[in-house]
C-alpha cells in the first residue's frame, strides 16, 4: 500500500508499505478515504518530537472504511465508514471513564504524560498514522464513530481533531456570557476556537496571527476581530490591554504551540536551538494578556521538556490554566449535531486537497503556508 | 467506595462546603467519586509482543495495546534503549532520543543507498511546490545554501587562508 514516509526534518515521500495487521482482537484495519496534515504533524515534520523514526507514517486525522476486524470487535462492522478520533483509548483505564479520552493509560507504553495518537512518534505509542491507503485502529470498539447518515466527508474528516480541539479550547476556557476571549493563532484549530467562543456565549472574540490571509478567513469564517502582531501592533500584550479598557482579556486561548514566531529569543532557543519544548512566545502572550484572575487555556503543543514561561505572574495574577489534548470521543455526540444543524460548518477550512502521492508538496504547502492554504486534506488513490 | 458524609462522620464539618461547580476541571472530567484503587480496572486483552517495544520506567508494564511499528535498530535503536533507562522527568531520557531521531536520519539515508535507492532530497523536501508558489523564496534559499556551502568547501580546502606576506629581505640562503 502507499503510505506517507518520514525521513528526517523537513524529508517526507510516499512509498510502498507492508499492509497493516490485526495486532489485537480489538483491532480493525481501515481503508482510509481522507486525511489531513495538521499544524501538530509540523512538530514532527520539523524534527521537533522526541523519538519520530526515520520510516513513521504520520497522520492523525482521518476516516475511511472498516475492512477487517479482529476477534473482539463489536461495535463496527466491516463496510462501515467511520471517523477515528485522533487520540488511541481503551475506554476502560481510570482516565477513559473519567472521560479523559486523550490521556488513556493503556495505548502508550512509551510516555505517561501523553496518551496515544496515530502517526505522532513512539513518544506518542509508536502507532502509523492514516496518511496511507490503510491504518491499523485499535481499540475500534471506543474510538471510530459511524459517520452519521447524510454528512459530507470532508467534515467527518475535521471531526476526528480540529472542531473537537477547537471547541474544548473554548469549553477549558470557561466563558460566560459577555466575556472578551482572545486567541492566539489563527490556524485551523484557532479559527475553531474563536467560532465556538460564541457557543459558550461570548461577548467578544478577538484573533491574532502574523499572515494577513488567515487573519482575513478567520474575519469572515469565525465573525470575530483579527489583528496582525507584525503589523498592526508592537507589543501584543500592550494591544490587548488597550483595546480591553487596560484589563486584559477574560480568556485567553493559546491555539498555536511550538512553532510560534514573534519572539526572537523564544524562536532562536526554542525552535532553532531545541533548548526549550519549541518557542513558547504565544503561551508566554497569553499569560501576560489575560486578566488577573483569567483563564488561559492551552491547546497549541509543546515538546515533553520545558518552556520558558513567567511563571511567576500566573501566580501573581491568580490565573488559572488548563489545557489537554482534546476528549474527542467525549465532545463528538455533541459536535456531530452542531456539524448536522449546520452551526459549524467545518469543510469551509479546507483549502487544499491534495493527491497523497504529492504529500511531500503538502507538507510544503501547509508549513510554508504558500498559496494561502489553511487546510490541506490528502486523497488516496482509492478515493478518487 | 463513596465520598459520603457517613464515611467522614468523625471529621467536623467534613464537605460543609464543598461545591461540585467549583471544579476548574469541569466539564472535562466526569468526576467518579470513587476511591483511588490505582491499577485497578478490568484490562483489556493484552497484545501479544511480537517486536521490542520500549516502556517509560514510569509505568511498570506494557500497555494493553501498543504501536509496533519501527521497533529500535542499529546505532538510534542502542541509543533509546540507553534513553528509556531514565525517566521521562530526565533530560536524559529525552536529549538521547532527538540525538537518535539525528543519527536515525543518517541510518535511514544509508539504507537508501544500501537498497539501491538515492533519496530525491528535492522532491522530499516539496521544493517543487515551493517553486510553483514562490519561487523568489526558493531561490533566495538555494543561493543562500550555495553561498554557505562554497564558503565551507573553501574555508576546508585551505584555499581561503590568508597568503603569506611577503618580505622585502630575502631569506638567507
Given at each position: 500500500?502507499?503510505?506517507?514516509?518520514y525521513?528526517?526534518?523537513?524529508?517526507v515521500?510516499?512509498d510502498?508499505?507492508?499492509?497493516?495487521?490485526?495486532?489485537?482482537?480489538?483491532?480493525?484495519?481501515?481503508?482510509?478515504?481522507?486525511?489531513?496534515?495538521?499544524?501538530?504533524?509540523?512538530?514532527?515534520?520539523?524534527?521537533n518530537?522526541?523519538?519520530?523514526?526515520?520510516?513513521t507514517?504520520?497522520g492523525?486525522?482521518?476516516?475511511?472504511e472498516i475492512?477487517?476486524?479482529?476477534?473482539?470487535?463489536?461495535?463496527?462492522?466491516?463496510?462501515?465508514?467511520v471517523?477515528?478520533?485522533?487520540?488511541?483509548?481503551c475506554?476502560?483505564?481510570?482516565f477513559?471513564?473519567?472521560g479523559?479520552?486523550?490521556?488513556?493509560?493503556?495505548?502508550?507504553?512509551?510516555?505517561?504524560?501523553?496518551?496515544?495518537i496515530?502517526?505522532?512518534?513512539?513518544?506518542?505509542g509508536?502507532?502509523?498514522?492514516?496518511?496511507?491507503?490503510?491504518?491499523?485502529?485499535?481499540?475500534?470498539?471506543?474510538?471510530?464513530?459511524v459517520?452519521?447518515?447524510?454528512?459530507?466527508?470532508?467534515?467527518a474528516?475535521?471531526?476526528?481533531?480540529?472542531?473537537?480541539?477547537?471547541?474544548?479550547?473554548?469549553?477549558?476556557?470557561?466563558?460566560?456570557?459577555?466575556?472578551?476571549?482572545?486567541?492566539f493563532?489563527?490556524?485551523?484549530?484557532?479559527?475553531?476556537?474563536?467560532?465556538?467562543?460564541?457557543?459558550?456565549?461570548?461577548?467578544?472574540?478577538?484573533?491574532?496571527?502574523?499572515?494577513?490571509?488567515r487573519?482575513?478567513?478567520?474575519?469572515n469564517?469565525?465573525?470575530?476581530?483579527?489583528?496582525?502582531?507584525?503589523?498592526?501592533?508592537?507589543?501584543?500584550?500592550?494591544?490587548i490591554?488597550?483595546?480591553?479598557d487596560?484589563?486584559?482579556a477574560?480568556?485567553?486561548i493559546d491555539a498555536?504551540?511550538?512553532e510560534?514566531?514573534?519572539?526572537?529569543?523564544?524562536?532562536?532557543?526554542?525552535?532553532?536551538?531545541?533548548?526549550?519544548a519549541?518557542?513558547a512566545?504565544?503561551?508566554?502572550?497569553a499569560?501576560?494578556?489575560?486578566?488577573?484572575?483569567?483563564?488561559?487555556s492551552?491547546?497549541?503543543?509543546?515538546?515533553?521538556?520545558?518552556n520558558?514561561?513567567?511563571?511567576?505572574?500566573?501566580?501573581?495574577?491568580?490565573?488559572?490554566?488548563r489545557?489537554?489534548?482534546?476528549?474527542v470521543?467525549?465532545?463528538?455526540?455533541?459536535?456531530?449535531?452542531?456539524?448536522?444543524?449546520?452551526?459549524?460548518e467545518?469543510?469551509?477550512?479546507?483549502?487544499?486537497?491534495?493527491?497523497?502521492?504529492?504529500?511531500?508538496?503538502?507538507?510544503?504547502?501547509?508549513?510554508?503556508?504558500l498559496?494561502?492554504?489553511?487546510?490541506?486534506?490528502?486523497?488516496?488513490?482509492s478515493?478518487? | 467506595?463513596?465520598?459520603?458524609?457517613?464515611?467522614?462522620?468523625?471529621i467536623?464539618g467534613w464537605?460543609?462546603?464543598?461545591?461540585?461547580?467549583?471544579?476548574?476541571?469541569?466539564?472535562m472530567?466526569?468526576?467518579?467519586?470513587?476511591?483511588?484503587?490505582?491499577?485497578?480496572?478490568?484490562?483489556?486483552t493484552?497484545?501479544?509482543?511480537?517486536?521490542?517495544?520500549?516502556?517509560?520506567?514510569?509505568?511498570?508494564?506494557?500497555t494493553?495495546?501498543f504501536?509496533?511499528?519501527?521497533?529500535?535498530?542499529?546505532?538510534?535503536?542502542?541509543i533509546?534503549r540507553?534513553?528509556?533507562?531514565?525517566?521521562?522527568?530526565?533530560?536524559?531520557?529525552?536529549?538521547?532520543l532527538?540525538?537518535a531521531?539525528?543519527?536515525?536520519?543518517?541510518?535511514?539515508?544509508l539504507?537508501?543507498?544500501?537498497?539501491g535507492?538515492i533519496?530525491?532530497?528535492?522532491s522530499?523536501?516539496?521544493?517543487?511546490a515551493?517553486?510553483?508558489?514562490?519561487?523568489?523564496?526558493?531561490?533566495?534559499?538555494?543561493?543562500?545554501?550555495?553561498?554557505?556551502?562554497?564558503?565551507?568547501?573553501?574555508?576546508?580546502s585551505?584555499?581561503?587562508?590568508?597568503?603569506?606576506r611577503?618580505?622585502?629581505l630575502?631569506?638567507?640562503?
Amino acid at each position: 500500500m502507499l503510505a506517507m514516509n518520514y525521513r528526517g526534518p523537513k524529508r517526507v515521500r510516499i512509498d510502498e508499505k507492508p499492509m497493516p495487521e490485526i495486532r489485537h482482537p480489538e483491532d480493525a484495519i481501515v481503508r482510509v478515504t481522507r486525511s489531513c496534515i495538521c499544524g501538530s504533524d509540523l512538530h514532527l515534520y520539523n524534527g521537533n518530537v522526541p523519538d519520530t523514526r526515520v520510516g513513521t507514517t504520520f497522520g492523525h486525522e482521518f476516516i475511511g472504511e472498516i475492512v477487517e476486524v479482529g476477534s473482539e470487535v463489536t461495535k463496527v462492522k466491516i463496510g462501515d465508514m467511520v471517523l477515528v478520533p485522533f487520540n488511541i483509548s481503551c475506554g476502560k483505564c481510570h482516565f477513559c471513564r473519567q472521560g479523559l479520552f486523550g490521556n488513556c493509560h493503556e495505548s502508550n507504553p512509551e510516555a505517561t504524560a501523553v496518551g496515544a495518537i496515530y502517526g505522532y512518534s513512539h513518544t506518542a505509542g509508536g502507532y502509523n498514522g492514516g496518511q496511507a491507503e490503510y491504518v491499523r485502529v485499535p481499540y475500534a470498539n471506543v474510538g471510530p464513530t459511524v459517520i452519521p447518515e447524510g454528512m459530507d466527508p470532508d467534515d467527518a474528516v475535521l471531526l476526528t481533531d480540529v472542531v473537537p480541539t477547537g471547541y474544548q479550547a473554548a469549553e477549558m476556557g470557561g466563558i460566560q456570557k459577555g466575556d472578551t476571549v482572545v486567541v492566539f493563532g489563527a490556524g485551523p484549530i484557532g479559527i475553531m476556537a474563536a467560532k465556538c467562543s460564541w457557543l459558550f456565549g461570548a461577548g467578544r472574540v478577538i484573533i491574532i496571527d502574523q499572515y494577513d490571509y488567515r487573519l482575513e478567513f478567520a474575519k469572515n469564517y469565525s465573525q470575530c476581530e483579527a489583528y496582525n502582531f507584525k503589523t498592526d501592533m508592537d507589543d501584543p500584550v500592550l494591544f490587548i490591554k488597550k483595546i480591553t479598557d487596560w484589563m486584559g482579556a477574560d480568556v485567553v486561548i493559546d491555539a498555536v504551540g511550538a512553532e510560534a514566531a514573534g519572539d526572537a529569543m523564544q524562536t532562536i532557543t526554542g525552535r532553532k536551538l531545541l533548548l526549550q519544548a519549541g518557542s513558547a512566545t504565544a503561551l508566554h502572550w497569553a499569560i501576560n494578556s489575560v486578566k488577573k484572575g483569567g483563564i488561559v487555556s492551552i491547546v497549541g503543543v509543546y515538546g515533553p521538556t520545558d518552556n520558558l514561561v513567567p511563571i511567576g505572574n500566573v501566580l501573581n495574577k491568580g490565573l488559572t490554566i488548563r489545557a489537554n489534548q482534546a476528549s474527542v470521543k467525549r465532545l463528538l455526540p455533541r459536535l456531530i449535531e452542531h456539524v448536522l444543524n449546520g452551526v459549524i460548518e467545518p469543510k469551509k477550512l479546507i483549502t487544499h486537497r491534495i493527491p497523497l502521492e504529492e504529500i511531500a508538496d503538502g507538507y510544503r504547502i501547509f508549513s510554508a503556508k504558500l498559496d494561502n492554504c489553511i487546510k490541506p486534506v490528502l486523497i488516496p488513490p482509492s478515493a478518487r | 467506595m463513596e465520598n459520603t458524609p457517613e464515611k467522614f462522620a468523625h471529621i467536623k464539618g467534613w464537605g460543609i462546603d464543598a461545591d461540585p461547580k467549583n471544579d476548574p476541571t469541569y466539564p472535562m472530567k466526569n468526576r467518579l467519586n470513587l476511591e483511588q484503587t490505582g491499577y485497578s480496572w478490568d484490562r483489556p486483552t493484552l497484545q501479544a509482543e511480537t517486536v521490542e517495544v520500549l516502556h517509560s520506567n514510569e509505568r511498570p508494564n506494557l500497555t494493553a495495546v501498543f504501536g509496533t511499528a519501527l521497533p529500535p535498530s542499529g546505532l538510534s535503536g542502542m541509543i533509546r534503549r540507553w534513553a528509556f533507562n531514565y525517566s521521562e522527568n530526565e533530560y536524559r531520557h529525552w536529549l538521547p532520543l532527538i540525538i537518535a531521531d539525528r543519527v536515525n536520519v543518517v541510518e535511514g539515508v544509508l539504507d537508501d543507498f544500501m537498497h539501491g535507492k538515492i533519496p530525491n532530497i528535492f522532491s522530499e523536501k516539496g521544493y517543487p511546490a515551493e517553486w510553483k508558489h514562490s519561487r523568489g523564496t526558493l531561490i533566495a534559499k538555494m543561493a543562500g545554501v550555495a553561498i554557505v556551502s562554497t564558503a565551507a568547501i573553501l574555508l576546508l580546502s585551505g584555499k581561503g587562508k590568508k597568503k603569506k606576506r611577503k618580505t622585502w629581505l630575502k631569506p638567507i640562503e
